[in-house]
């Protein structure tokens, strides 16, 4: 078969149409000359009423300055990841990020190509959240003191657990409520981070003021970019003058989580947010004071992400002026019955259940298993058991079916216990279970991860620790 009847038109736009991303094409002129099916689904527009029409009879509120795809044909260069949002000839609201592409043939452009993702669900409930943050601050100041800073709904007393490794955090964060500075937040999956930051801004001289926590991976770049710092109007295609999470989150404590999943060029502007306490809003010559109190946190390692490029270096200098690590939870020694009790008693309250004991076989296996949730995942373990069970006691049966493998009886199966400690047994039996499993993956640390349900980080830290060798 030769490659030009595989790569024919017909076979090539069957393909593209297949693709999550929208695509279109213009010509010189500004007329549409493709369209796959994912364009015409959010944009609502059928492909033939579109083909051969100008792009502006298509997009009406659009103009030759600020569609994306006529600009490519204007000046001759791409553009990446800008956000637009147009009305469409029906007069739907759209709003996508787009990266065009000229066409050029013998240095003669003849047409241009643009590869779009629709934001526009994610745009509308961002700004709604944002709209709403906005009116119950507003409404908080109105109200009397006494009644103002419940926005943050923990404190340290919700921390439970009284083992040296949360003790000796719980200390820290507690001396670090008392500042200003920036802190960087470490923890696995489950750890508590946000509770961790609730309890620092209730515990703070800025606990009558506004806290906002936002998710960085949540969101396309250019929108968190709008969504943090603002817009002006005009900023881009259908921009309003409209207030960022920095102003909303003014005198008050601002949470970033997963930082490292913030686009770098985003991190910059973050940066000087630190160094001078000004925002600039997007587009906007303007700049505006805040003062804001900057939480972030990690679910990697912060050096692993500075090497691996996720978190830029000199960031990870300005935010670490308090850096606090949080344990895992099998590094919680005696904290287990203690978290056990409170989650048991709180689903009793939740669930109208009379559970009074927790089964001798389930304890075991709970302090037997790994943990890689953490304490979500026994939050969520014991909410499960507790949903299904009948009667006062968990026991095995009420657990899922992947902690069998984790109670003693399975345990001896797989090896030989006698004469030996549980914690150096189940140790030997990790370093077997991750040198089989990295064997099987060529040593491929992530597809190992995967077949051990566990992090890559954890997998990585494990293997440095054991001094496991990748074959």
């Known amino acids: 078969m030769g490659m030009d009847l595989i790569f024919s038109k017909e076979n090539m736009e069957k393909i593209l149409d297949h693709v999550e991303e929208g695509i279109e094409m213009i010509d010189a002129r500004g007329?549409?000359?493709?369209?796959?099916?994912?364009?015409?689904?959010?944009?609502?527009?059928?492909?033939?009423?579109?083909?051969?029409?100008?792009?502006?009879?298509?997009?009406?509120?659009?103009?030759?300055?600020?569609?994306?795809?006529?600009?490519?044909?204007?000046?001759?260069?791409?553009?990446?990841?800008?956000?637009?949002?147009?009305?469409?000839?029906?007069?739907?609201?759209?709003?996508?990020?787009?990266?065009?592409?000229?066409?050029?043939?013998?240095?003669?452009?003849?047409?241009?190509?643009?590869?779009?993702?629709?934001?526009?669900?994610?745009?509308?409930?961002?700004?709604?959240?944002?709209?709403?943050?906005?009116?119950?601050?507003?409404?908080?100041?109105?109200?009397?003191?006494?009644?103002?800073?419940?926005?943050?709904?923990?404190?340290?007393?919700?921390?439970?657990?009284?083992?040296?490794?949360?003790?000796?955090?719980?200390?820290?964060?507690?001396?670090?409520a008392q500042t200003s500075s920036p802190v960087l937040i470490y923890g696995e999956t489950g750890t508590g981070k946000e509770l961790f930051v609730h309890a620092m801004h209730t515990a703070s001289t800025r606990r009558n003021k506004p806290f906002i926590a936002q998710n960085c991976g949540a969101l396309p770049g250019t929108l968190l970019e709008s969504i943090l710092f603002g817009t002006i109007k005009?900023?881009?295609?259908?921009?309003?003058?409209?207030?960022?999470?920095?102003?909303?989150?003014n005198s008050g404590t601002l949470f970033l989580d997963e930082i490292n999943s913030m686009p770098l060029e985003l991190q910059v502007k973050l940066l000087r947010v630190l160094q001078d306490g000004t925002i600039r809003r997007?587009?906007?010559?303007?700049?505006?004071?805040?003062?804001?109190?900057?939480?972030?946190?990690?679910?990697?390692?912060?050096?692993?992400?500075?090497?691996?490029?996720?978190?830029?270096?000199?960031?990870?200098?300005?935010?670490?002026v308090v850096g606090l690590r949080l344990p895992e939870l099998k590094e919680r020694s005696g904290d287990m019955p203690i978290l056990v009790k409170y989650f048991v008693d709180r689903f009793n309250n939740q669930l109208n259940k009379t559970v009074?004991?927790?089964?001798?076989?389930?304890?075991?296996?709970?302090?037997?298993?790994?943990?890689?949730?953490?304490?979500?995942?026994?939050?969520?373990?014991?909410?499960?058991?507790?949903?299904?069970?009948?009667?006062?006691?968990?026991?095995?049966?009420?657990?899922?079916?992947?902690?069998?493998?984790y109670?003693?009886?399975?345990?001896?199966?797989?090896?030989?216990?006698?004469?030996?400690?549980?914690?150096?047994?189940?140790q030997n039996l990790e370093i077997e279970m991750i040198r089989k499993t990295l064997k099987e993956w060529n040593g491929n640390i992530s597809h190992a991860a995967e077949g051990l349900e566990i992090p890559r980080q954890t997998l990585q830290y494990k293997i440095k620790k054991y001094k496991i060798k990748r074959e």
């Open 234 to 249: 005009g900023s881009f295609t259908g921009a309003d003058n409209r207030a960022g999470l920095f102003e909303l989150a």
């Open 31 to 176: 007329r549409i000359i493709y369209l796959n099916k994912a364009a015409t689904e959010y944009e609502d527009i059928r492909r033939e009423e579109a083909i051969g029409k100008y792009m502006l009879d298509i997009y009406p509120s659009l103009a030759p300055e600020t569609s994306t795809l006529l600009r490519a044909i204007q000046k001759g260069i791409p553009t990446f990841d800008i956000q637009q949002t147009f009305l469409n000839y029906k007069g739907k609201k759209i709003t996508t990020i787009n990266s065009s592409f000229p066409i050029k043939v013998k240095q003669k452009i003849i047409g241009a190509i643009e590869i779009s993702k629709n934001i526009t669900d994610v745009k509308e409930l961002s700004e709604k959240v944002v709209a709403l943050q906005e009116q119950l601050l507003s409404k908080g100041k109105n109200r009397k003191k006494k009644d103002e800073g419940d926005s943050a709904k923990y404190t340290f007393f919700d921390i439970v657990g009284k083992s040296k490794e949360i003790t000796k955090v719980k200390g820290l964060a507690m001396k670090a």
């Open 407 to 426: 109670n003693r009886k399975n345990l001896e199966k797989t090896m030989d216990i006698k004469n030996v400690p549980l914690k150096t047994a189940l």
């Open 356 to 405: 009074k004991k927790v089964s001798d076989e389930v304890v075991e296996i709970f302090e037997n298993y790994d943990w890689p949730g953490n304490v979500r995942e026994l939050e969520h373990i014991i909410e499960g058991a507790m949903n299904l069970m009948d009667g006062e006691e968990i026991t095995v049966d009420c657990l899922p079916m992947h902690f069998e493998k």
């Open 282 to 320: 997007v587009g906007d010559s303007k700049t505006r004071k805040v003062d804001v109190r900057i939480v972030a946190a990690s679910n990697e390692e912060p050096f692993v992400a500075v090497e691996n490029k996720r978190l830029r270096r000199d960031l990870y200098y300005r935010l670490n």
